[in-house]
């Protein structure tokens, strides 16, 4: 069914463009008449089609009827544009590439701090600090309007003697299926806009930037932190590399990094591709220098065209699903002591260690190459009339694309060839599979 939209854009001028997939997704073209969209008087005047965007000259108020008029592109408008009635998403719609740019997946950590260099934050955003400084990184819950949750970064450990090669950043790698559509490295790249809510203790200058998965292609452009503890929304739009090698494929196609004061090393022209390991200009401003800083960022989207949209919100487990693509992890869903897991298994030919297959809620991007627990005690193999036995290890033994291997070691009094449950014996029992990441 058509849902239900009504957005009203107002333009000093006849050169902003917007994209029309900010109404809710990608949507039929259909042109009616030689100079109109649309149908009686919910139609636009001085319509031109040119490189396959709609342009609008009008210089008057202009209403879109899109129960009648489901349209596509991008507009340029002088005066009022107003959108009403309902849109028909397309199946093959995809704005952001950003993964939980909401920051409201944390499956690893469930909101405790992170402080190591190369780990994981939030789910698919992870973390650079390498220097003298440190920073703790957790989700949080202040975040500003229609957001829940954001990524928090605080410095622990100031680094006031910032070293060439030091580096202190955040970011995300896209997937090469993801972002293959936006021809970077072709001449018809797409220019893409990236928009986030920022809000930092430090005013200044910061820096995002793009980077290819070999490290040869970069970009980097600078953004303004105006008022301290203050939430602002920031839009910086990148023309498209139309050189360079850029993967089309399940591995990293495009990286997104925000810096947050690494050094010399690391420095670029701003807003200019480069054949460089780089992402940051020389205006960075040196945030991992002042003690008990802050930064907070959500509402992360990266987007084909030159003008941000809304941010993408999404049913919960749809972001959960995407994330879950490169780590499936699995914890108690809560309820008395024991916290039951999984089915029946067998423990095979031993009396000490019991094997057991996992499925995936989803197929990962790359077969697992290890897990991490909370704890072993956590886990504990059960069968009927013989009770239940805490194990002494958590082995990884294995994985497909649809589920992983592990057995539970330091058992006893499991009986061998019977059948076993594997059972949680913590709240905070945690397994998730490693190396399906980018």
């Not at 990293?252 to 990094?257: L, M, P, T």
């Amino acid at each position: 069914m058509p849902l239900p939209i009504s957005v009203t854009y107002t333009f000093a001028t006849a050169t902003s463009a917007i994209p029309l997939s900010q109404l809710d997704a990608n949507f039929t073209t259909v042109v009616n008449g030689v100079n109109g969209i649309g149908n009686g008087t919910n139609s636009l005047s001085n319509v031109s089609i040119t490189g396959g965007n709609l342009v609008v000259t009008t210089a008057n108020a202009t209403t879109i009827n899109a129960t009648t008029a489901n349209i596509s592109g991008n507009e340029t408008v002088g005066g009022n544009l107003t959108i009403t009635g309902g849109l028909i998403p397309s199946s093959s719609f995809m704005r952001n590439r950003i993964i939980n740019g909401a920051m409201v997946i944390d499956q690893r950590n469930a909101g405790a701090a992170v402080t190591t260099s190369g780990a994981y934050t939030v789910d698919r955003f992870a973390n650079t600090q390498s220097g003298g400084g440190v920073i703790s990184w957790a989700r949080s819950t202040t975040a500003p309007t229609g957001f829940t949750n954001s990524l928090s970064g605080t410095v622990t450990t100031p680094d006031s003697s910032i070293a060439a090669g030091d580096i202190y950043r955040l970011y995300q790698y896209i997937e090469g299926f993801n972002c293959a559509d936006l021809g970077f490295g072709t001449a018809s790249a797409s220019t893409v806009t990236v928009s986030f809510w920022v809000r930092s203790s430090i005013t200044g200058t910061y820096c995002l930037g793009l980077q290819n998965a070999t490290f040869n292609r970069s970009y980097a452009a600078n953004y303004t932190i105006n008022a301290a503890n203050t939430w602002e929304y920031k839009t910086v739009t990148i023309a498209g590399d139309t050189t360079g090698t850029w993967a089309t494929d399940n591995t990293a196609g495009i990286a997104v990094f925000w810096d947050l004061g690494s050094g010399t090393t690391w420095n670029q022209t701003a807003n200019t591709w480069a054949a460089t390991n780089t992402w940051k200009t020389s205006s960075q401003t040196s945030w991992i220098a002042t003690n008990g800083a802050t930064f907070y960022i959500t509402g992360v989207q990266l987007e084909v065209g030159s003008v941000a949209t809304p941010f993408e919100q999404e049913i919960y487990s749809t972001t959960l699903a995407k994330c879950q693509r490169y780590l499936p992890a699995f914890a108690p869903a809560g309820g008395g002591n024991p916290y039951m897991f999984a089915g029946m298994v067998t423990s095979l030919a031993s009396s000490t260690i019991a094997w057991f297959t996992c499925q995936y809620p989803v197929s990962v991007r790359s077969p697992a190459t290890g897990l991490i627990v909370s704890s072993a005690s956590h886990f504990a193999a059960f069968q009927p009339g013989t009770g239940t036995t805490n194990a002494t290890g958590v082995v990884f033994s294995g994985s497909t694309l649809t589920g992983g291997n592990f057995y539970l070691s330091g058992l006893s009094g499991v009986t061998a060839g019977d059948s076993t449950l594997l059972y949680f014996n913590n709240a905070s029992s945690l397994i998730y599979f490693t190396g399906c990441e980018l």
